[in-house]
């Protein structure tokens, strides 16, 4: 079974996959892989558009693992028809996600927003509203594996949670999951909104001015989730209006953020770089998956592990 991975493997990483009975490893970098690299190749591990004809084309490819969880960037219908099985690394960056959703939870409540401010104008400054996620309800939309560790994470400060997803399937760490058909109802109880959605069309732009006016003027709305599910503009003009006490943004559109956008001056916004994903453990986490699900597909003909359901696009 021919293997190729565009992930530059160690030398242990490289053993571990051999190990496997019936392996044949090919590593190359996606910045020197050729549409000939992926002759004869049946397991892709990771994505480069450089071989996205060829894969569209080939007979022999049956499944791909791409090391991130977000997958819009693959040709998610030429592969469905071609029943090609797609698993991404979904739950490699929770841990690093949730910890940086509970920082920015964290800094607004102590309002460290601002004194990160006063702290570069050299200003030794007290600032109103000193509070405390203790005691406060998060609502975390779209809750898998990175929305389930924020709630564990919020558990352990003592807040109450409320999920959001499609079904209202119970999960650990989440008081109360709702269906998605009830966010705009339920939206303005609590206090800090999350989003952890994905990017498809039917999260196109969900957070708008409807939702932004529904929430409390004292909540703050957080997305690492994906830029396009906010209307930035029905955002800029929520907390220019004060509908909402602030936002976190690791996400934009477009991305990188512009330098005239309004939000940059707003002594009420965090901007992170879209590095909530980023960690030095995140590959070896993302290699796990893989090794799991390549094991699976090898004694079992099957994976298990991350399967995206291509009419959801997650």
Do not use: C
């Not at 021919?2 to 030398?11: A, E, G, H, P, Q």
């Not at 910890?99 to 800094?107: D, N, R, V």
């Not at 269906?179 to 109802?185: A, G, Q």
């Amino acid at each position: 079974m021919k293997v190729l991975s565009l992930v530059n493997l160690t030398k242990k990483q490289r053993e571990k996959i051999e190990s496997i009975s019936n392996i044949d490893l090919q590593v190359v970098s996606p910045k020197q892989v050729t549409p000939e690299d992926l002759d004869g190749v049946e397991v892709l591990y990771d994505w480069s558009n450089t071989l996205k004809d060829a894969v569209v084309k080939s007979e022999t490819l049956n499944w791909i693992q791409v090391v991130r969880a977000g997958v819009d960037a693959l040709p998610l219908p030429e592969l469905n028809n071609k029943g090609v099985i797609l698993t991404n690394g979904s739950g490699a960056n929770a841990i690093n996600i949730a910890e940086q959703t509970l920082a920015y939870m964290l800094m607004f409540v102590r309002r460290m927003n601002l004194t990160a401010r006063h702290q570069d104008a050299r200003e030794w400054k007290h600032d109103e509203g000193y509070d405390e996620v203790y005691n406060k309800t998060v609502m975390i939309v779209g809750v898998g594996h990175i929305g389930t560790l924020i709630a564990k994470y919020a558990k352990a400060l003592g807040m109450k949670t409320i999920g959001v997803r499609h079904s209202d399937k119970p999960a650990e760490y989440i008081d109360e999951m709702i269906p998605m058909s009830e966010l705009s109802n339920r939206i303005n109880e609590v206090h800090f909104v999350i989003n952890a959605l994905p990017d498809t069309d039917e999260t196109l732009g969900i957070f708008n001015k409807d939702l932004f006016d529904a929430m409390s003027k004292k909540a703050y709305y957080i997305n690492i989730g994906r830029g396009k599910t906010t209307n930035m503009d029905d955002l800029v003009e929520a907390l220019n209006d004060e509908a909402i006490a602030g936002a976190a943004l690791d996400v934009t559109t477009p991305e990188p953020l512009p330098s005239d956008s309004p939000l940059w001056d707003m002594k009420n916004v965090i901007i992170t770089p879209h590095d909530a994903g980023a960690s030095v453990h995140y590959e070896e986490r993302a290699f796990d998956i893989f090794k799991r699900n390549l094991k699976s597909y090898v004694e079992n003909g099957e994976v298990v592990e991350n399967v995206v359901n291509y009419s959801l696009g997650y």
